[in-house]
T-cell receptor, first 113, second 114 residues
């Protein structure tokens, strides 16, 4: 069974530029999560989807971050415009349903200069 | 508000010995789930073990067990017979009622010595 796929693995951009990350969850997983993990910290949940609907985006900085999950499968997370403090690893995870174990992708390491 | 506290930034353990990683939590939700994840230096987060708030018995998965003390709001991870490959960051996490509001602790870095 294929795991959670993410791309790109690394991205370097200048502040005020935009960037997009892509995630393909495990087949059949209805719940998809995006996390931000700043170096030396635990992951912070940005947004949680159930199928193609948002169920929690309370910690998503909506003035610059957006995410969508079209057709309830793939998802993209966008940052526009990026700030220096957005430098982090962005993790995508999926689970069969909310509240059970999550399976994580390899992450995208973003550096904003 | 929910909160996860991991008070041990780093731990050392001798190979083949057992080690306990501490986790305390706070929540007002009547139903919640507690998880432990491992993050090796490669970066990919790996699920280890799960405990539901209404589960009567402590969860076990191979060499991992979760010491769940509900009254004390603690969910410590016990790794028996440590191996060199257990060296990694370990995160305690919690989901709230309905499986939403996942939060992670700051993590504990475990070093296994040969």
């Amino acid at each position: 069974e294929a795991g959670v796929a993410q791309s790109p693995r690394y991205k370097i951009i200048e502040k005020r530029q935009s960037v997009a990350f892509w995630c393909n969850p495990i087949s059949g997983h209805a719940t998809l999560y995006w996390y931000q993990q700043i170096l030396g910290q635990g992951p912070k949940l940005l947004i949680q989807f159930q199928n193609n609907g948002v169920v929690d985006d309370s910690q998503l900085p909506k003035d610059r971050f957006s995410a969508e999950r079209l057709k309830g499968v793939d998802s993209t997370l966008k940052i526009q415009p990026a700030k220096l403090e957005d430098s982090a690893v962005y993790l995508c995870a999926s689970s069969l349903a909310p509240g059970i174990e999550q399976y994580f992708g390899p992450g995208t390491r973003l550096t904003v200069t | 508000a929910q909160k996860i506290t991991q008070t041990q930034p780093g731990m050392f353990v001798q190979e083949k010995e057992a080690v306990t990683l501490d986790c305390t939590y706070d929540t007002s939700d009547p139903s919640y789930g507690l998880f432990w994840y491992k993050q090796p230096s490669s970066g990919e987060m790996i699920f280890l073990i799960y405990q539901g708030s209404y589960d009567q018995q402590n969860a076990t998965e191979g060499r991992y067990s979760l010491n769940f003390q509900k009254a004390r709001k603690s969910a410590n991870l016990v790794i028996s017979a440590s191996q060199l490959g257990d060296s990694a960051m370990y995160f305690c996490a919690m989901t709230g009622n309905g499986g939403f509001k996942t939060i992670f602790g700051a993590g504990t870095r475990l070093f296994v010595k040969a």
